[in-house]
């Protein structure tokens, strides 16, 4: 028993803190590592809450009509790819990404106030409209985010760190996959789904002014 729980619990984590101890020795890299984490956190959220946002703002059976959120997400993701790709070289990426994650916040809010103003209102074509364009750009913003956090992640991780880097990537993303599940969760449960988004979005924006503060001096150089 006492073997299992060292390698199985005991040596991961002693790993765990010697791999997040690199990522965090380099600020750009910490910064990068960041944001993927809440890029990809933020897509949990909106997968987790396409029932109940098919249910409020659609109607109908959510297997029939749950695609007009999904697809649109993945054609604005799309685009963000493209987009990032006409981006000049000498673009400044981590004020880029703070700028998308600060846009990506207010899209959030928006999303948020628009369903609690229309909510027990009876559904027509302009509220799908707006539903599809807003998630639409939050699918864009979120794919500019993601992409650029990655190309400055590669830009300051060298061959010798890379694995235990991208290690240390991976398990972040394992837990932003659970905690907006559990969260937003609670908040459709205890609220409903408009207090849902809106209140994550607010989140995201103070967590936006945040990195903004934290990082002006020496990541925003990157």
């Given at each position: 028993?006492?073997?299992?729980?060292?390698?199985?619990?005991?040596q991961p984590l002693v790993q765990l803190?010697?791999?997040?101890?690199?990522?965090?020795?380099?600020?750009?890299?910490?910064?990068?590592?960041?944001?993927?984490?809440?890029?990809?956190?933020?897509?949990?959220?909106?997968?987790?809450?396409?029932?109940?946002?098919?249910?409020?703002?659609?109607?109908?059976?959510?297997?029939?009509?749950?695609?007009?959120?999904?697809?649109p997400v993945g054609i604005g993701m799309?685009?963000?790819?493209?987009?990032?790709?006409?981006?000049?070289?000498?673009?400044?990426?981590?004020?880029?990404?703070?700028?998308?994650?600060?846009?990506?916040?207010?899209?959030?809010?928006?999303?948020?106030?628009?369903?609690?103003?229309?909510?027990?209102?009876?559904?027509?074509?302009?509220?799908?409209?707006?539903?599809?364009?807003?998630?639409?750009?939050?699918?864009?913003?979120?794919?500019?985010?993601?992409?650029?956090?990655?190309?400055?992640?590669?830009?300051?991780?060298?061959?010798?760190?890379?694995?235990?880097?991208?290690?240390?990537?991976?398990?972040?993303?394992?837990?932003?996959?659970?905690?907006?599940?559990?969260?937003?969760?609670?908040?459709?449960?205890?609220?409903?789904?408009?207090?849902?988004?809106?209140?994550?979005?607010?989140?995201?924006?103070?967590?936006?002014?945040?990195?903004?503060?934290?990082?002006?001096?020496?990541?925003?150089?990157?």
């Amino acid at each position: 028993m006492g073997w299992t729980l060292k390698v199985w619990v005991v040596q991961p984590l002693v790993q765990l803190k010697v791999n997040w101890k690199l990522v965090r020795e380099v600020p750009s890299r910490y910064f990068s590592v960041l944001q993927i984490g809440v890029s990809q956190g933020l897509m949990y959220i909106l997968i987790t809450l396409v029932p109940a946002l098919t249910t409020t703002l659609i109607g109908g059976k959510l297997e029939n009509n749950s695609y007009l959120l999904i697809i649109p997400v993945g054609i604005g993701m799309f685009f963000g790819i493209v987009v990032v790709n006409l981006f000049p070289k000498r673009l400044n990426l981590a004020r880029t990404i703070i700028g998308c994650l600060i846009m990506a916040s207010l899209m959030l809010v928006l999303f948020g106030t628009f369903i609690g103003l229309v909510r027990g209102q009876p559904i027509n074509h302009l509220y799908v409209i707006i539903v599809v364009m807003i998630v639409g750009i939050f699918g864009l913003l979120n794919a500019i985010i993601a992409t650029l956090s990655q190309t400055l992640l590669q830009y300051s991780t060298d061959d010798t760190n890379r694995g235990r880097i991208f290690g240390s990537l991976q398990m972040l993303i394992n837990f932003g996959a659970a905690l907006p599940i559990f969260i937003s969760g609670i908040l459709t449960d205890v609220l409903n789904v408009g207090w849902s988004i809106l209140i994550i979005g607010s989140a995201l924006f103070v967590y936006s002014l945040v990195v903004l503060s934290k990082w002006r001096g020496s990541a925003l150089k990157s």
